[in-house]
Nanobody
């Protein structure tokens, strides 16, 4: 079984910064693409950023230039540095990981979510 545990959410004023972390644990061969999604009240879950094992990143247009994702493959951990936060960034942020298991199979996992609230 694979678990994704997020940390780093909280309340911040507009213009501030937060850093989210997500660590994968359990029994697996390796993590592949890892990423962040968010869901605001009354809205669908949306992509924020993804990063491949080799470090290739992809960002939603709404966060380009403000958010940066990175990862530590040795720790099976992905990070999201969020700068210049805006009230519209308020949402529950979810970590996602595509994982290769020892069986050779590939499965997709989600974290439990962490709340980010940006006050104006």
């Amino acid at each position: 079984q694979v678990q994704l545990v997020e940390s780093g959410g909280g309340l911040v004023q507009a213009g501030g910064s937060l850093r989210l972390s997500c660590a994968a644990s359990g029994s697996f061969f390796r993590t592949n693409v890892m990423g962040w999604y968010r869901q605001a009240p009354g809205k669908k879950r949306e992509l924020v950023a993804t990063i491949t094992r080799g470090g290739v990143t992809n960002y939603a247009d709404s966060v380009k230039g403000r958010f940066t994702t990175s990862r530590d493959n040795n720790k099976s951990t992905v990070y999201l540095q969020m700068n210049s936060l805006k009230p519209e960034d308020t949402a529950v942020y979810y970590c996602n990981a595509d994982v290769t298991l020892y069986s050779g199979g590939i499965s997709d996992y989600w974290g439990q979510g962490t709340q980010v609230t940006v006050s104006s």
